[in-house]
């Protein structure tokens, strides 16, 4: 079953802390690999994408990285802001006739002062 | 600001009521999706079109639920007779892939929150 797992479910930090989140896929086959940012009550934003052939792609500081072999990928974020406080979603698209995007649940971020 | 655009933003409705979500995407985008999310999940695909051909619906979509993209740019959700579990955010997304392929981001929009009363 194709499926997209993200954890911690839910993290708290401290503003200008570092965290990661993890996305782990069985999604086969493989197209590439999407980290969204959703704010409360908006729609997801695209940080970054990644096809199998890229291991680091960075966006500010968000720099997400994939490992096509054990099918992981993260996302860190670096000197964490209050507004980095949102969902990020991990989104895998299936290689397929058909463009079918497989969704993971989110990891909720919060930021603390 | 050229994004993609959902209205209405929110809608309040009785179960048994219908109600009609529009989507604007950005335009010459191809492709348009419709999907659900609920409080702490992802987007659950519903349905999504090329042009204004709809290739493909969700099983889990029930025959109260039916969309629409009549020239291939703006798109419409209808949801027949609704129940207390359709309340959801309902999200749009476009994309093109006549330039990048399959690794254009997928745009969305702010959504439409649904609550059935």
């Known amino acids: 079953k194709n499926q997209v797992e993200q954890s911690p479910q839910s993290l708290i930090i401290l503003e200008g802390k570092n965290c990661t989140l993890q996305?782990?896929?069985?999604?086969?086959?493989?197209?590439?690999l999407r980290w969204y940012k959703q704010d409360t009550g908006r729609g997801p934003v695209s940080l970054t994408i990644?096809?199998?052939?890229?291991n680091t792609k960075s966006n500010g500081r968000y720099t997400a990285t994939l490992d096509a072999d054990t099918k992981q990928s993260s996302l860190h974020i670096t000197a964490s802001q209050l507004s980095d406080s949102a969902s990020y979603i991990c989104v895998v698209l299936l290689h397929s006739g058909t463009y079918k995007y497989i969704f993971g649940t989110g990891t909720r971020l919060k930021v603390l002062a | 600001d050229t994004g993609v655009s959902q209205d209405p933003r929110h809608k309040i409705t009785k179960r048994g009521q219908n109600v009609t979500f529009r989507c604007d995407p950005i335009?010459?985008?191809?492709?348009l999706y419709w999907y659900r999310q609920t409080l702490g999940q992802g987007p659950e695909f519903l349905t999504y079109f090329q042009n204004e051909a709809q290739l493909e619906k969700s099983r889990l979509l029930s025959d109260r639920f039916s969309a629409e993209r009549p020239k291939g740019s703006f798109s419409t959700l209808e949801i027949q007779r609704t129940e207390q579990g359709d309340s959801a955010m309902y999200l749009c997304a476009s994309s093109s892939e006549i330039s990048t392929g399959r690794n254009s981001p997928l745009h969305f929009g702010n959504g439409t929150r649904l609550t059935v009363t």
């Open positions: 990644m096809t199998f052939s890229e």
């Open positions: 335009s010459e985008h191809n492709r």
């Open positions: 996305c782990n896929y069985t999604v086969s086959p493989f197209s590439n």
